[in-house]
């Protein structure tokens, strides 16, 4: 029989997948998010939640997403439309579809105001402005940043012109090759800026920071933020792994597939953290220190390494990679049902979205100086984008996944679908229907203030 192929195309082979998706998953998420988070919510106990849910819970329902959009070969809301009527179910589970492309856009959003704080970050450190740099000046620039709507316009609409263009040319040709290139080159900065950190005084403090276990830290909020950052950082509960799915070529183990895009991903955001802590203690600087966290103590590290201004220029620049490759595909599934659904080109589709994510982005780079009053719900724009998303939305639509795949699709289906030994299969039903369910709900509830 002749494979189902997707009208946008398909991956060059299950490695590109591999890479495609690391791209999406690995981000600003892992780098800037998930070490500022950690000194949020008090380190070692915070990080070993946030493993749990990873394995737990992340994988399992990467696992559905993948096969998902791989058995229909369409978009999110299009592919859970098929499977449901495969299955004779309701075809109202679209609507979870639906919900993603709204995270998608509203992430897009804020996400692009940090990726432009990096674009900006990449040129302050070409020029040398940190070398030899103090905690106390680095703190100023940054502030300085968050003072400043115009240079942050400015950046934001960069970021969000380059993504609309590699989205336009559609995701696999120089995505694929950039990809392919840049994501070991920022392993290996990474790396570097560890080796670094590891010989700076506060190595042990850091390390004991981010891995020593203190159930007294734990708060069901932090659970909360744990669980939600673990969809986030593996871009689960809004379709994008569904609609890259949808691109694979062919039936390989779903299994091997995404444990691989999970370690990636896990493995940059401890090496982040391993990072960045140390050179947070030595310098004796606030780890709860927030969103600038990135913005702050890496400067200061580069301005005292030797060598520091090429790598720090070429650590921004990977972080700027890192973002683009996730912001791509924050904007694929939508892209992609538009031109599905209402036979628009690719080029209007991503254009018309592109404008909308752009204009909203302007409101959450306002919240950090002109409309910094403006308050919902207690947050601001940019708080609130980032917290619905994250510790609502994301996680919703990750429930609804597992249940959608474990419930309605046949388990004949998931068994032919995730390639995986009937075993294994029996342990992934299990946390489909129940565990990742009940855990989410449970944090969910225990989070109703
Ligand atoms: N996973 C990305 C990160 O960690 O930076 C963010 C993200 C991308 C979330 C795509 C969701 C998504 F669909």
């Known amino acids: 029989m002749q494979e189902k192929q997707s009208i946008h195309g398909t991956w060059a082979s299950r490695w590109i997948f591999i890479l495609a998706a690391t791209g999406s998953a690995v981000g600003l998420g892992n780098i800037w998010k998930f070490p500022y988070i950690t000194g949020e919510n008090g380190g070692g106990a915070f990080v070993l939640m946030y493993l749990v849910c990873i394995l737990l819970v992340g994988v399992p329902i990467m696992m559905a997403e993948v096969f998902i959009g791989r058995r229909a070969r369409k978009s999110p809301i299009n592919a859970i439309t098929e499977l449901a009527q495969e299955a004779n179910k309701s075809t109202k589970w679209s609507i979870l579809g639906l919900m993603g492309m709204l995270a998608g856009v509203m992430i897009f959003s804020f996400y692009s105001v940090v990726a432009g704080w990096v674009l900006h970050y990449i040129a302050l450190m070409g020029s040398g402005e940190f070398v030899g740099a103090s905690s106390d000046k680095a703190g100023e620039i940054f502030n300085g940043l968050l003072g400043d709507p115009k240079t942050m316009l400015l950046w934001h609409t960069v970021f969000a012109i380059m ?248 388990k004949k289906v998931s068994l032919e679908e995730t390639a995986i030994s009937e075993n294994l299969h029996t342990v992934w039903m299990f946390t489909v229907r129940f565990v990742a369910p009940i855990a989410v709900s449970i944090v969910f509830v225990l989070n109703l203030k």
């Open 163 to 410: 993504t609309v263009v590699v989205v336009i040319g559609g995701v696999n040709k120089g995505l694929e090759r950039a990809t392919r290139i840049l994501m070991p080159a920022l392993f290996v900065l990474l790396v570097i800026l560890l080796g670094y950190s590891a010989t700076t005084d506060g190595f042990a403090e850091g390390f004991d920071f981010m891995f020593h276990f203190d159930a007294s830290e734990l708060s069901w909020d932090a659970v909360l933020i744990a669980l939600g950052h673990s969809f986030f950082t593996l871009s689960l509960g809004m379709g994008t792994i569904m609609a890259y799915g949808a691109y694979m070529p062919k039936k390989a183990s779903i299994g091997s597939t995404v444990i691989t895009i999970a370690v990636l991903d896990t493995v940059v955001a401890l090496i982040a953290g391993l990072a960045i802590f140390p050179i947070i203690f030595a310098n004796n600087m606030d780890p709860g220190a927030g969103p600038g966290l990135m913005f702050v103590s890496l400067p200061v590290a580069f301005g005292q390494m030797p060598g520091g201004q090429i790598f720090g220029f070429m650590f921004f620049l990977l972080v700027g990679v890192a973002a683009w490759t996730s912001a791509i595909s924050l904007l694929e599934p939508t892209v992609a049902y538009l031109v599905e659904k209402l036979k628009w080109s690719r080029v209007k589709a991503s254009i018309i979205l592109g404008v909308i994510v752009w204009a909203i982005g302007i409101s959450c780079l306002l919240a950090f100086n002109e409309w910094s009053e403006f308050k919902l719900f207690g947050k601001n724009m940019f708080d609130l984008l980032d917290y619905a998303t994250a510790n609502i939305m994301l996680p919703l639509g990750g429930i609804l996944t597992a249940l959608f795949a474990g419930w309605v699709v046949s």
